[in-house]
Each structure stands twice: as C-alpha cells, then as structure tokens.
C-alpha cells in the first residue's frame, strides 16, 4: 500500500484544516489507519486512528473533541478534520495504515507498516 498525505498549510490559532491520506496499491479494506504527527525535536505521537470502516475511531486526548477522523470507501481515502487548532498542533502529520493493529498497539508507531510522507500544519498564534 502505498499512501500520499495531504491538505496541510498554514492557520490561525482558532481554525480549522482537513488533511487527507489517499491509498494506491489497494484500497484501506481491511486495514487500520492512523495519523500520527512529530513536531521538531519531539518523537512522533499518535493522533487518531480507524480502527476499521464504522464508528471505530479513537483519538488522543490532546485532540479529543476537537478532530475527527473518517474514511470515504469510495475514494479510498481517509481524512483528519481539525478544528479549533492550537498552536501546539503544529506539526508534520503522517497517515498510517496496518492489518493487525490492536487496542494495545494502535498508539505505537511501529505497529503500522506503511506510512505516507506526511504534511506539514503549522498554527500561528
């Protein structure tokens, strides 16, 4: 599988940015698929992730209630809606996806197989 993030940019402390992680190779059945983001000198931190099509989703607190994250079947793509951005979410965001992604390792980077290239978001105060 390969995966293309995108959407990233600039925006205010307040707003809101869509990224997206499109799948070629196959589509995103049957796997799960993660953001994950790393600001500079920090490790990478999961975000959110889909555990598989449906209401499955589960998100880190630092950004629960704030973004969402879905999947178009259609398009095979998965997105990330982030709204009432702060400036600590500035970071280079990366989509994940993997097939044997459990509740103990959703959050671990490793667990994931394939990642995309990521997309820089950087949120101004």
């Known amino acids: 599988v390969q995966l293309q993030a995108s959407g990233g940019g600039l925006v205010q402390a307040g707003g809101s940015l869509r990224v997206s992680c499109v799948a070629s190779g196959r589509t995103f059945s049957g796997y799960a698929v993660a953001w994950f983001r790393q600001a500079p000198g920090k490790e990478r931190e999961f975000v959110a992730v889909?555990?598989?099509?449906?209401?499955?989703?589960y998100y880190a607190d630092s950004v629960k209630g704030r973004f969402t994250i879905s999947r178009d079947s259609a398009k095979n793509t998965v997105y990330l809606q982030m709204n009432s951005l702060k400036p600590e979410d500035t970071a280079i965001y990366y989509c994940?996806?993997?097939?044997?992604?459990?509740?103990?390792?959703?959050?671990?980077?490793?667990?994931?197989?394939?990642w995309g290239q990521g997309t820089q978001v950087t949120v101004s105060s």
């Open positions: 889909s555990r598989r099509a449906g209401d499955n989703n």
């Open positions: 994940a996806a993997g097939r044997t992604i459990i509740s103990s390792t959703m959050h671990v980077p490793d667990a994931y197989h394939y």
